[in-house]
């Protein structure tokens, strides 16, 4: 239960705007850490589904509702995975050798291909959370939980790249398996609510979600040779732009 209890509080620590524990990161107390990542996810969508009740009320235009919804993800999630993202897009606009690139992921200082590509990936979130009808709001709340536990899977199931702090959130054993399942259920329990609320939309939602993966899969073995800790957060951030342009597809009945 120490085990279990530490990883609750390091996951918070480490992947949320929560207060920052004192523990060392080690394999004792991040081996669990993987299951609570989802948590924070819910706890993003659950403060999304508030604003989707409370905005109408609020406000008279589309768009601060939607730079709200563009950056509460980031602002609630502390930027950890958007750390990752500017990382590894730096990374791959280098175009350098696989070694450079991954040496570029160990770079502290952003590139400008980094800083251009996140001032886009912004707009374009504002755009399509502009255009979002006030219902996909609340299929798109369990997206955040989504693109966590494919995070989690991703790291206890794909080949790294390298040895990182995320190799220490795989613990030995069956442990590792029961984790492996843990992420799934996640993924079908939302999947199950998500279809009961639209099912049009949320199959594109959970298309959107695969093809990201996919996208991901490919990137991180083809650039560097398997996943990093940096790609990973890369997966996220793409997978939250990826489930609404998917939702919003559906809506506006482009395919």
Not at 97 to 103: F, H
Not at 104 to 131: K, P, Q, R, T
């Amino acid at each position: 239960m120490k085990k279990i209890w530490n990883s609750f509080l390091m996951a918070f620590s480490m992947y949320s705007i929560s207060p920052k524990t004192q523990m060392e990161r080690n394999r004792e107390n991040t081996s669990w850490i993987l299951i609570f990542i989802p948590w924070i996810g819910a706890v993003i969508g659950f403060v999304i589904n508030r604003w989707a009740i409370g905005y109408p009320y609020l406000c008279s235009y589309a768009v601060l509702p939607a730079v709200v919804g563009a950056v509460i993800p980031s602002i609630l999630s502390g930027g950890s995975h958007l750390d990752g993202f500017f990382r590894t897009v730096d990374a791959l606009c280098s175009h350098q050798t696989r070694e450079r690139k991954l040496q570029i992921l160990e770079d502290s200082h952003g590139g400008y291909f980094a800083i251009i590509v996140c001032v886009c990936y912004f707009m374009l979130a504002i755009g399509i959370w502009s255009e979002m009808p006030i219902d996909g709001l609340f299929i798109l709340a369990f997206g955040f939980v989504i693109s966590r536990a494919l995070y989690g899977f991703s790291i206890l199931t794909l080949k790294h790249a390298k040895e990182s702090k995320c190799t220490l959130y795989i613990p030995e054993g069956v442990a590792k398996y029961v984790q492996i399942l843990i992420q799934i259920a996640y993924i079908v329990i939302c999947a199950f609510f998500m279809l009961r609320l639209n099912a049009h939309v949320a199959t594109a939602c959970l298309i959107g979600a695969g093809l990201s993966f996919l996208y991901y899969w490919v990137i991180s073995y083809k650039h560097f040779g398997g996943i990093t800790e940096d790609s990973a957060g890369f997966f996220v951030q793409v997978c939250e732009v990826a489930i609404p342009l998917a939702a919003l597809i559906a809506y506006k009945q482009w395919w």
